[in-house]
T-cell receptor
Framework: DAKTTQPPSMDCAEGRAANLPCNHSTISGNEYVYWYRQIHSQGPQYIIHGLKNNETNEMASLIITEDRKSSTLILPHATLRDTAVYYC???????????FGTGTRLQVFP | DTEVTQTPKHLVMGMTNKKSLKCEQH?????MYWYKQKAKKPPELMFVYSYEKLSINESVPSRFSPECPNSSLLNLHLHALQPEDSALYLC???????????FGSGTRLTVV
């Protein structure tokens, strides 16, 4: 299974962009990169996913490097409500397995 | 309806009890999942159902028994659990493996 590596924690000032990195150097050609977040004691929330191209939605942007070995989730204007654990996940090819790594605990401060 | 609903939200059970967790979705998703999450740890995959059939069992002990009565409903039957099984149990669903999962808010289980 492709594994992901994320920093255990990050801080971000409110109103600034939060850039969360993820390494997935063993990713296969057909495996998607997913980002989820989990606010304390709630179920994980889907944020965004991508294969090769950069993606943007109302929540965030996903930048995937050309070699697909790493990606960055960007929250353009972080708010206090964005404080959560952010998981970068590579979905196991041709299965229904979504395996969570250890994630990054993002703390947004005033 | 764009939610996954889990009941109950909290459950306390003794080691000799039998209980069930329930998960429901009305989004027409074809796959449903059970995850277990211990405190300060990431969710761990337990079971995957695809088109109402069990497709993945991540070597989960038999005291956990999943059931998918129909395409909208997923149960997790619990029997003879141990205190170390206390955790947040999360249910999720997805339409297709290349789409995002929708998670429920979980059932917090305490085994005494």
């Amino acid at each position: 299974d492709a594994k992901t590596t994320q920093p255990p924690s990050m801080d971000c000032a409110e109103g600034r962009a939060a850039n969360l990195p993820c390494n997935h150097s063993t990713i296969s050609g057909n495996e998607y990169v997913y980002w989820y977040r989990q606010i304390h004691s709630q179920g994980p929330q889907y944020i965004i996913h991508g294969l090769k191209n950069n993606e943007t939605n109302e929540m965030a942007s996903l930048i995937i490097t050309e070699d697909r070995k790493s990606s960055t989730l960007i929250l353009p204007h972080a708010t206090l409500r964005d404080t959560a654990v952010y998981y970068c996940i590579v979905r196991v090819e041709v299965t229904d397995k979504l395996i969570f790594g250890t994630g990054t605990r993002l703390q947004v401060f005033p | 309806d764009t939610e996954v609903t889990q009941t109950p939200k909290h459950l306390v059970m003794g080691m000799t009890n039998k209980k069930s967790l329930k998960c429901e979705q009305h989004m027409g998703h074809r796959a449903m999942y059970w995850y277990k999450q211990k405190a300060k740890k990431p969710p761990e995959l337990m079971f995957v159902y695809s088109y109402e059939k069990l497709s993945i069992n991540e070597s989960v002990p038999s005291r956990f028994s999943p059931e998918c009565p129909n395409s909208s409903l997923l149960n997790l039957h619990l029997h003879a659990l141990q205190p170390e099984d206390s955790a947040l149990y999360l249910c999720a669903s997805s339409q297709d493996r290349n789409y995002g999962y929708t998670f429920g808010s979980g059932t917090r289980l305490t085994v005494v």
